[in-house]
């Protein structure tokens, strides 16, 4: 796990790349490789890398060159069949003076080009710089596991990098504001295609490459999954596939225990996590070092599912809990290290349990992908119930006997279930934009109609906040419902969640690696016939079925459940001021974005508890934050704290 960056001027430029403006891109990502730092400058290009040292303690420092220099490379990620594929590169004259897989990466792109993708199994993003054909290489995986983030000047250079802090430290461009993506964050949580909130910053896609020459871009899709592959009418046993899968999940797990220094795992007690630890704790002869975080507070604290789980496989198990106090004091400083605002309040738990890791390991394994890859989320169901009876309902009610029932159901429910009924096809139209793209935001296209002043409206009123999920919902339109679903949120949805995995475990210089998102097991899961994801009630249906006799029944019967953070109460008492400051406060209103009297209203139902909007005022507070830092200049306040270890429980 490393931190790389990069720079190549165009032959218009005429010039010569800045060993310091080259030093401060690479130095600004010193956290992502505290253990060693290296340059490579040719004229007009020049490479940089920051290294935690995973494997090849020794010798593999970067940027690293082919046996006649003729290539130059920096690397971020592991690639776990590396080794299958030295015997045969010597074998066709290639010469190793290392043990890394960056080696191999070099030699795979000799043999085969731009296609020595196709042969890398594991988590990567690389530049490769090809001093023959002055032509830039620029790779990332197929889930998008590893960030790559670019900028194209208008004069044809290229930068690029690990993260957008370091484009900004090369003052690559000023930083400003892409109003054209705040419909899609401020609905999605993040933007769903290669914006950024950053005006001129891209991202490069997963499954994605790049070509540079001569100031001139080529992008192109070397990977991806079709949902029209799933085995909808295929008539194998259940059996069958439950044993494949399991296989893959297997190999994946041992591929990942692939390291030349201590390795651990993050354990929320959820069946993912656990299902990782059972494989697991059967590959290696001492007790994994597990590690779990939770809010030191009654209903933000799960930790009893995690100690079952370690004391299931004997796992030598700490713990974190965090205070109030430590989540305000991290969040601009966790902000700064994701570089865009942060999508879930979880990431501030993601840091500390990462930074409680890091006293210990180097490497953790974690649960990410399960979730978008086996319909683990209950809005696949409620989406599909929905669907379905609003279809019924709809076909066989009139609108007259619609408002008479909509009058009735809201009189006569209990004010819990009262909330709820709006999101359901009693209320809502029996389509995909109103039960699922509305019905899961964080603000409506109507609620940001409200909350945008006249002139962003105007600005913005042909941008669609769900163009980007439509894109990847529509693409496979013969699919059935449930694999368009997951299609698209693992094409966006995942890449938020990756993006904040990656960044808080690399704030605190610990490498993450993800054992569900190997991409052959992903390939057969997208495969699977729905039946195997979501069984009636059942989310996940061949997890369980492939963990059955290894996990507990506690943990396999355990429904899906959100990191819990208690912030809905923290808004309404000890964080108030946080909303009077970066919601409601003079600067916010002086960038004439928002309506006040939205945003007073926003904060007004809340802490009476008249309304539930602490992901809308999680998701202000956050947009104000980055603002401050990233667009004002503001420096951090303070350093981030340190949580000392929980003693160990009886």
């Not at 220094?261 to 993050?266: A, H, K, Y």
């Given at each position: ?11 218009r ?7 310091a403006?080259l030093?401060?891109?690479r ?7 505290p ?5 490579f400058?040719?004229g007009?290009?020049g ?5 935690l ?6 010798t593999g420092?970067?940027p690293?060159?082919?046996e006649?220099g003729?290539l130059q490379?920096?690397?971020n990620?592991e690639i ?5 594929y030295?015997p045969?590169l010597?074998?066709r004259?290639h010469?190793?003076f290392?043990?890394?897989?960056t ?8 043999e ?5 993708v196709?042969?890398?199994r594991?988590m ?8 023959r054909?002055?032509?830039m ?6 889930l998008?596991?590893?960030p ?7 004069d ?9 802090k370091a484009?900004?430290?090369?003052n690559?461009?000023?930083p400003?504001?892409?109003?054209a ?8 949580r993040?933007?769903c ?5 950053f005006?001129?910053v891209?991202r490069l896609?997963?499954?994605?490459t790049?070509?540079?020459k ?26 069958n ?6 296989e ?5 797990v ?6 030349d ?6 354990l929320s007690g ?6 990782i630890?059972a ?11 597990t590690f ?12 009893e599912y995690a100690?079952?789980?370690a ?6 198990h ?7 106090s ?5 969040l ?8 865009e605002?942060l999508?879930?309040p979880?990431s ?7 930074q409680?890791?890091q006293?210990h390991?180097?490497?953790v ?9 086996l319909a683990?989320?209950?809005r696949?169901?409620?989406t ?8 019924l309902?709809?076909?066989?009610s009139t ?10 159901a ?5 004010d ?10 009693l ?8 039960l699922y793209f509305?019905n899961?935001?964080?603000f409506t296209?109507h609620?940001?109609?409200?909350l ?13 906040p769900y163009?980007g999920?439509r ?7 013969s699919?059935s419902?449930l694999?368009?679903?997951?299609y ?5 949805y ?6 904040k995995?990656?960044q808080?475990?690399?704030a605190a210089?610990?490498e ?7 991409h ?6 997208t495969?699977?016939p729905d ?5 009636g ?9 492939a963990m059955?006799?290894l ?5 396999l019967?355990?429904?899906k459940?959100?990191f819990?953070?208690p ?11 946080i ?13 004439g ?12 139902e ?5 309304a ?5 005022l999680w998701t ?30 009886r």
């Open positions: 796990m490393c931190g790389i960056s990069g720079i190549a001027h165009s032959p430029r005429k010039t010569d790349v800045s060993e403006v030093v401060r891109m130095d600004v990502l010193q956290h992502r490789g253990d060693d730092a290296g340059l400058i040719e007009p290009v490479l940089a890398h920051r290294r040292s995973i494997v090849d303690l020794a420092h970067q690293m060159s082919n006649d003729s490379i920096v690397f990620g776990y069949n590396h080794a299958d030295r045969d010597m074998a004259g010469i190793y290392s043990n890394s897989d080696e191999t990466i070099l030699h795979l792109y000799e085969f080009g731009g296609h020595c196709d042969h890398l594991g990567f993003a690389f530049a490769i710089w090809n001093r054909t002055k032509e290489f620029i790779a990332r995986d197929r998008g596991v590893k790559l983030y670019y900028v194209h000047a208008e044809g250079s290229l930068l690029f990098a690990s993260e957008i484009l900004l430290a090369a690559a461009l000023r400003e504001l892409n109003s993506a705040l419909p899609d964050y401020l609905a999605n993040s933007t295609d290669d914006t950024t909130l005006r001129g891209r896609l997963p499954g994605h790049l070509r540079w001569e100031g001139r871009i080529k992008i192109e899709r070397y990977w991806d999954v079709n949902p029209n592959d799933a085995e909808e009418g295929a008539s194998r046993p259940v059996a596939y439950v044993g494949e899968w399991r893959l999940f297997r190999t994946s041992k591929l990942r225990l692939m390291s220094v201590p390795l651990g795992m993050f959820g069946i993912d996590s656990s299902a630890a494989v697991m704790s059967q590959m290696v002869t001492e007790p994994i070092k779990s975080v939770a809010f030191n507070a009654p209903e933000a604290n799960e930790l100690r079952v789980v004391q299931a496989f004997g796992t030598d700490h713990e974190v809990l965090v205070e109030p430590d989540f305000a004091a991290a601009q400083h966790l902000i700064w290290h994701e570089d605002p999508a879930h979880s501030v738990a993601l840091y500390f349990v990462a409680l890791a006293r390991v180097k490497v394994l974690t649960g990410e992908g399960s979730d978008e890859l683990g989320y209950y696949y169901r409620t599909l119930l929905n669907l379905s009876a609003g279809r309902y709809h076909r066989f609108a007259g006997i619609r408002r008479l029932v909509r009058g009735v809201a009189g006569l429910s209990p819990s279930l009262a909330r709820k009924l709006p999101r359901t096809f209320w809502r139209s029996p389509d995909i934009d109103a509305d899961f935001a964080v296209r609620m940001q109609r409200d945008f002043s006249q002139d962003l409206r105007d600005q913005l009123e042909q941008v669609n163009a999920m894109h990847y919902f529509d693409a496979h339109p699919a419902l694999q368009r679903l997951l698209a949120d693992l094409k966006t995942l890449h938020e969640l990756l993006m995995q990656d808080m475990s690399m210089s610990i993450s690696r993800v054992p569900f998102l190997d052959k097991l992903v390939e057969f899961s495969a699977l039946r195997l994801k979501l069984r009630w059942t989310t996940k249906y061949v997890l369980r079925e059955k006799g996990l507990p029944e506690l943990i019967k355990r429904g459940m959100g819990p953070v912030l809905g109460r923290w808004f309404r008492h000890a964080f108030r001021p909303l009077d400051e970066f919601v409601l406060g003079k600067r916010t209103a002086a960038r974005l928002f309506e006040p009297d939205f945003l007073r209203r926003l904060v007004q809340h802490v009476a508890g008249a539930n909007h602490t992901e809308r202000l507070v956050n947009f104000e934050m980055w603002q401050r830092h990233f667009l004002d200049g503001e420096p951090l306040r303070g350093t981030l704290p340190q949580v000392a270890e929980a003693p160990r429980a």
